[in-house]
């Protein structure tokens, strides 16, 4: 998430033009946004991978509070072709679809073996069940007071609130962003756009609340001490299938975003993660600092 731009702007340009565009280099990120940033970013690889390994124990999702092995929502495996092949196949609600090499049936030190993920895709890439509990929940226990914690922050401190909720001129400006992005046409700012912060609010106060509690129902103390969460969910299995489509659309994100970071500039984007410092470009109208809506 974007800081508040520090009252101190470093100029590096030379021979500015009354009305043409320069550029700044800004502090736009602090060290806590950015520590906090790149260890959530190792929590979720670990907790991705890991997850992968513990669906693949039982690689099928269901609604409701029991499982209907013989109707699942989404199911990974392998089956037997009519020509006799083994064959990869993810089914989603009754519609198959051929993923041999993939899923269901991938490469596994060169044979095709029956795994609903790749060997690579999971932590630990044997088929370790205990193991990958163990990295899903010591990511967990670092990943979820990280996220909370900064919830709490954005609540709590108007300073935070006014850097990422969006504001009018924002919202009225994401046709014009959306068109320049399809034409990949970029603008270095020193504040995020209104796709950008809207995207933010429904991935911190949307998917990784639902997913970190419908995750919290698959621990049996928890489902002990507070039942009214599973049902919440609509049941232990309904809670399973949301915390995967959560994963999945937070997959989805990482993505676009990753995609956005290389093709909007991908030095600038990197230097603002680990320095802190972002260079934007304003207009050289008064030759004073760039004016933020």
């Not at 014009?176 to 995207?199: M, V």
């Not at 500039?265 to 760039?290: K, T």
Request: with cysteine; aromatic share 10%; net charge positive.
């Amino acid at each position: 998430m974007s800081e508040s731009v520090k009252a101190t702007i470093d100029s590096d340009s030379t021979g500015n033009v009354p009305g043409a565009p320069v550029t700044r280099v800004i502090k736009r990120h602090t060290l806590a946004t950015r520590l906090w940033h790149w260890t959530n970013l190792v929590c979720l690889v670990v907790l991705l991978m890991s997850g992968l390994q513990i669906f693949n124990a039982h690689p099928a999702l269901y609604w409701g509070e029991q499982s209907d092995f013989a109707n699942p929502f989404i199911a990974i495996h392998a089956r037997t072709a009519e020509d006799g092949e083994r064959m990869g196949v993810v089914r989603i609600a009754g519609q198959a679809f051929d993923t041999t090499g993939v899923l269901g049936l991938s490469d596994d030190n060169g044979q095709l073996r029956e795994r609903a993920f790749p060997r690579w895709a999971t932590l630990p890439g044997d088929k370790w069940l205990t193991m990958g509990r163990n990295w899903h929940f010591l990511a967990a226990w670092i990943f979820v007071p990280l996220v909370v914690a900064y919830l709490l922050y954005i609540l709590l401190v108007p300073q935070r609130r006014r850097a990422l909720f969006p504001t009018w001129v924002q919202l009225k400006n994401i046709p014009r962003t959306l068109l320049d992005h399809a034409r990949l046409r970029f603008h270095h700012e020193a504040d995020y756009n209104g796709i950008q912060k809207l995207t933010y609010l429904l991935v911190l106060f949307g998917l990784l609340p639902v997913m970190i509690l419908s995750g919290l129902t698959m621990a049996p103390s928890v489902n002990a001490a507070w039942p009214w969460l599973t049902e919440l969910f609509g049941g232990r299995q309904s809670a399973r299938t949301f915390h995967f489509l959560c994963a999945t659309a937070l997959i989805g994100f990482f993505v676009v975003h990753i995609a956005l970071v290389l093709v909007s500039g991908v030095f600038n984007n990197l230097r603002s993660m680990v320095s802190g410092r972002y260079r934007i470009q304003v207009e050289a109208h008064d030759g004073s600092e760039p004016r933020h809506d």
